[in-house]
C-alpha cells in the first residue's frame, strides 16, 4: 500500500480512539440515571463503571490495529507480529462480544418491568453482530498469514 494510505488510515484509527474516549467521558454527565449527580458520583454508578471495563478490549484492539498499519507500511506483513496483532483483535472483539452479552443480561434483568428497554438491546445486538464480524474477518486474515508463513519456513 502506498504510505499516503497507510497514514489516512492510522489517522482515522487515532481519531476513531478520541471520538471514543470523548464519548466515554461526556456520556456520563447525559446518561438519564446520572444526569443530575455530581461529578464523583457519577463514577460509583456500576453501569458506568461495567462501561469503562467493557470498553478496555476496544481501545486495545485499536491499538493493535495501528500496529498492524506500521507494520503493513514497514513492509512487514508477513511477521509473526502481524499475527499476534490480528489475533489479538480477534480475541479484542469476542471479548466484546462478551461484555455486551453480559450488560444486555442485566440491562434485560434489572429493568424487567420499570421501563422500554428495546433500543438499548437492539444497540446491543446490532454491536454483538459487528464484533462478531470483526473477529471472523481477522480469524480469516490471522489463517491466511499464518499459513503464508508456514509455507516461507
Do not use: H, W
Not at 476513531?16 to 464519548?23: D, E, H, K, P
Not at 462478551?98 to 446491543?124: H, M, R, Y
Request: proline share 3%; aromatic share 12%; glycine share 8%.
Amino acid at each position: 500500500m502506498k504510505q499516503g494510505s497507510i497514514l489516512f488510515l492510522k489517522i482515522v484509527t487515532v481519531l476513531i480512539g478520541i471520538v471514543a474516549l470523548a464519548g466515554l467521558i461526556r456520556f456520563p454527565m447525559t446518561e438519564g440515571r446520572a444526569e443530575n449527580l455530581d461529578l464523583f458520583s457519577i463514577y460509583r454508578d456500576p453501569f458506568i463503571a461495567y462501561m469503562y471495563v467493557a470498553s478496555i478490549p476496544f481501545f486495545v484492539a485499536l491499538y493493535q490495529a495501528f500496529k498492524l498499519l506500521g507494520y503493513i507500511g514497514q513492509n512487514n506483513v508477513f511477521t509473526p507480529d502481524s499475527v499476534k496483532a490480528l489475533r489479538t483483535i480477534k480475541y479484542c472483539a469476542m471479548a466484546g462480544v462478551g461484555f455486551i452479552v453480559v450488560g444486555e443480561a442485566a440491562l434485560i434483568i434489572t429493568q424487567s418491568g420499570k421501563d422500554d428497554f428495546a433500543g438499548p438491546v437492539a444497540l446491543g445486538i446490532f454491536t454483538m453482530f459487528v464484533s462478531i464480524v470483526i473477529a471472523t474477518v481477522t480469524s480469516v486474515f490471522e489463517k491466511i498469514l499464518q499459513n503464508t508463513l508456514d509455507k516461507k519456513i
